[in-house]
């Protein structure tokens, strides 16, 4: 394990100092076969701020939705620009900019942003992170100032920021990103009342198993199972201040929003989205490829392909019917 004693801070000055001019030929690595690039690939850019701030040595991307992109595209400041190909692009434009034409530019402007202008984490454990004697720490992983590791296990490339607390029994895999104030492993929310009307706690002696590629935001939760464990499969986004309860199971590549509550022994599928201020109560089933509309209180299982919303929630289009009939009381 490597151990270092303090967490680099580069100000704004510094961050200026250490950009280079990146030619657009640099950038034909990120992209598809069917992918063209069209113009001068010497032309550079330095930076890729907001629109706002965008200058003759600024990245761009234009929006496929745009209703004015060929006009965008004449006047942006920019010389490296990334679009569709339903622009109808002049002949005599590859004079003075270079256009990187894709599918979906906002997926390419972030894979180049992210190769370039992305600061890389430096592996190591912080002077002030306690990691248990039985824990087991990749040496290329990062644990932040103040964070605790208990008896768990951390697997290679992973990011653990400061102030966690990641409690015995959990497996935690590869590539995965872990921010700050994340509590993993505290035991659910799981009692029984005695004949004299006091809780008795359930035991729980499950662990947690966070999978390969898993994003978990800021000030998040995941109790630990009951008997079994909690499972957050592979790809998986977690926003801050989520609170995933005891024995969920939540699918491959699915997101799940800020503020949203997943009660105990729920299940979500694979590749859906749950939006911000949603709660789905205990031991309900949420289908593969489903959307869960902002502010939505789930109370019954959602078959597959399927969006819901409203509370208590319902199929999108008898939500809407619903509203137009409420409309016209």
Request: hydrophobic share 40%; net charge negative.
């Amino acid at each position: 394990m490597i151990i270092f004693l303090n967490i680099e801070i580069v100000n704004a000055n510094k961050i200026k100092k250490m950009m280079r001019n990146i030619k657009a030929r640099e950038i034909q690595y990120l992209l598809n076969v069917n992918d063209q690039v069209i113009g001068d690939t010497d032309l550079y850019f330095n930076n890729a701020p907001v629109a706002e701030l965008i200058n003759d040595e600024s990245l761009d991307w234009i929006n496929p939705l745009k209703s004015n992109k060929l006009d965008y595209l004449l006047n942006s400041k920019a010389k490296v620009i990334i679009c569709d190909n339903s622009i109808e692009i002049p002949d005599n434009i590859g004079k003075e900019k270079c256009l990187i034409v894709v599918e979906n530019p906002k997926l390419t402007f972030l894979r180049i942003v992210n190769a370039f202008f992305l600061r890389k984490v430096k592996f190591g454990i912080h002077e002030t992170a306690n990691i248990h004697p039985e824990g087991i720490v990749s040496d290329n992983c990062f644990i932040g100032p103040y964070t605790y590791v208990g008896k768990s296990t951390i697997g290679e490339n992973s990011i653990i920021y400061g102030h966690c607390y990641i409690y015995d029994g959990v497996t935690i895999g590869s590539n995965v990103t872990i921010h700050a104030g994340t509590v993993i492993g505290a035991d659910g929310f799981g009692y029984q009342r005695n004949e004299k009307g006091e809780f008795e706690k359930f035991p729980h002696i499950g662990g947690v198993e966070i999978k390969d590629f898993v994003e978990i935001g800021a000030n998040t939760c995941i109790d630990r199972g009951a008997l079994g464990n909690t499972i957050i499969e592979e790809g998986v986004k977690i926003d801050n201040l989520v609170h995933i309860a005891h024995n969920v199971i939540i699918g491959k590549h699915t997101a799940v929003i800020a503020h949203s509550m997943v009660g105990g022994s729920t299940t979500i599928g694979d590749y859906s989205w749950v939006a911000p201020s949603v709660a789905l109560r205990d031991q309900i089933k949420i289908g593969n490829n489903t959307i869960v509309g902002m502010g939505a209180v789930v109370t019954k299982n959602i078959p597959d392909d399927q969006s819901w919303t409203g509370s208590p929630a319902k199929e999108l289009s008898e939500f809407l019917a619903i509203q137009k009939k409420i409309k016209n009381l």
